[in-house]
């Protein structure tokens, strides 16, 4: 059994802010990500699965899962302020975190049209926000 990790990199911004909190709450919570106007990020992603080898001697095709991500990760999300443009945070804070969460939700939804197979299977999904900020989820853990 192999595990395949392919990363991908995409620029963003966004505000952390809470609307159900005050404007006191969300300084204290998220300090200087709660910036009215916004702050960006290079984020790299990282996406991991894992399988047997196959006939090809591989354990992924690489094009495939390059296309998948284009389709759901770096399209809808690069360049864009998540908080505005990504009908997807509408009413969520977009941290590391849920976007972690929504990248690997958008990868699980649509995994079995490009890998229709038993194998390769979504281990995880990584973010590295900053070289001192990484999130990364399970994809088990998703529904």
């Known amino acids: 059994m192999f595990r395949v990790t392919r990363s991908y990199r995409f620029a963003a911004s966004h505000r952390l802010h809470a609307p159900q909190l005050s404007e006191q709450e969300n300084q204290a919570i998220y300090g200087k990500c709660n910036n009215p106007f916004g702050h960006g990020h290079n984020y790299v992603v990282e996406v991991t699965a894992s399988g047997p080898i196959d006939d090809s001697g591989r354990a992924l095709d690489p094009v495939r899962l390059d296309d998948l991500v284009e389709q759901q ?40 049209a490009v890998f229709p197979g038993e194998w390769p299977k979504l281990e995880r999904v990584r973010i590295a926000e900053t070289a001192r900020n990484i999130f990364e989820v399970q994809a088990h853990e998703i529904d």
């Open 73 to 112: 990760v770096l399209a809808p999300f690069s360049h864009r302020n998540l908080n505005v443009d990504v009908n997807s945070f509408e009413g969520r804070v977009p941290t590391s975190e849920n976007l972690a969460v929504e990248i690997c939700r958008r990868l699980k939804e649509n995994w079995a």
